[in-house]
């Protein structure tokens, strides 16, 4: 019997290699997170300021000097887009790791590499028109704020659209800055300018029909557009 039981227990023995592998596998798995989480909050402890806990705009101007990449570079807005960043100029811990975390990068070599995956990333059209509306939430830096103004609206454009729809950003700027009925832009106003570039033949804009559910501010830049 003591036999017959000691085999049951081989056995048993026989199949927790396997059970104890899969543990293993786990196990260190668990801890090469652990350690690239490590990583990542070393790396946000390198630029946050001490007392605030935070990524400041000097911590920032720090971080895109490491990077190589300019402060005004539409790529810094790119990573705040997929760090979820609420506050314009700031990085929490929390977003930090978010963000690293989603690039699968624990250093700014890592980062580096990332970027342009992250651009074609942005790129999508349907991840382009939610990073589109990101960029205007981002710079609402008061509380209830609803609207920013034109001169912050021009800039913007030219950040995230000016690459793509060049003759039409330098346009709209043009008109955004001469003309005197708006003095903020708010986000109805702002989705409908990528619209209008994405579908208004330009610049013959020949297929644009004011009849259509087109804010006024866009019917005006047609009207000033055929104008000129």
Request: aromatic share 12%.
């Amino acid at each position: 019997m003591r036999r017959s039981s000691t085999r049951k227990s081989g056995s048993a023995a026989a199949v927790n290699p396997s059970s104890g592998s899969s543990y293993a596998y786990r196990s260190a798995s668990g801890k090469a997170v652990s350690k690239e989480v490590e990583r990542i909050d070393n790396l946000f402890y390198t630029y946050a300021d001490a007392s605030s806990g935070l990524i400041d705009p000097e911590g920032i101007e720090s971080f895109c000097s490491d990077l190589e990449v300019d402060c005004t570079d539409v790529r810094i807005l790119m990573l705040a887009w997929k760090m979820k960043a609420e506050k314009q100029g700031y990085f929490t811990l929390e977003e930090w790791r978010r963000g690293l975390k989603a690039l699968h990068a624990d250093t700014i070599s890592k980062l580096k590499k990332a970027l342009p995956e992250l651009e074609k990333e942005v790129a999508r059209p349907s991840n382009f028109l939610v990073f589109f509306s990101y960029s205007f939430r981002y710079c609402l830096t008061e509380d209830k704020q609803k609207s920013i103004d034109i001169e912050s609206a021009c800039q913007l454009l030219e950040l995230v659209l000016g690459s793509q729809y060049r003759l039409q950003v330098d346009k709209l700027v043009e008109y955004l800055k001469s003309q005197r009925d708006y003095k903020v832009i708010n986000m109805d106003q702002w989705t409908s300018f990528l619209r209008f570039c994405n579908e208004i033949n330009f610049p013959s804009l020949d297929n644009y029909d004011e009849e259509l559910a087109w804010p006024l501010i866009l019917d005006n830049f047609v009207e000033w557009m055929k104008g000129k």
